[in-house]
């Protein structure tokens, strides 16, 4: 059974960075697409989770919603059981909790806005919080 696991999350001032990294365990994420997604606060349904960015891990396709173009890149590992959200110039309105999920069989391409109903698993998500 494949987890997720998110880790990077924290607080930083407006202009800063973070890197968000998903590990995978119990299987790697060979044939996978790894989607990030943020969920504002105060929101809590699974349907309210925006598409921050995707990777197709044996592709290396990837995607971007076009307010993280040009400063948020995605990345992943060699071995293909971890995935990366390198966060710069960080604004307040990136706020929220950041969850990975992995799409089997997914390629990162065409991303709908219910991306998240594609998604088969799901780690417990990251905070992060840019304020001053």
């Known amino acids: 059974q494949l987890q997720l696991v998110e880790s990077g999350g924290g607080l930083v001032q407006p202009g800063g960075s973070l890197r968000l990294s998903c590990v995978a365990s119990?299987?790697?994420?060979?044939?996978?697409?790894v989607g990030w997604f943020r969920q504002a606060p105060g929101t809590e349904r699974k349907e309210e989770r925006e598409g921050v960015s995707c990777i197709a891990m044996n592709l290396n396709s990837t995607w971007y919603v076009d307010s993280a173009k040009g400063r948020f890149t995605v990345s992943r590992d060699n071995a293909r059981t971890t995935a990366y959200l390198q966060m710069n110039n960080l604004k307040p309105d990136d706020t929220g909790v950041y969850f990975c999920?992995?799409?089997?069989?997914?390629?990162?391409?065409?991303?709908?806005?219910?991306?998240?109903?594609?998604?088969?698993?799901w780690g417990k998500g990251a905070l992060v919080t840019v304020s001053s």
């Open positions: 999920g992995a799409e089997a069989v997914g390629y990162c391409d065409a991303v709908p806005e219910d991306y998240y109903s594609r998604m088969h698993y």
């Open positions: 119990g299987r790697t994420l060979d044939h996978f697409a």
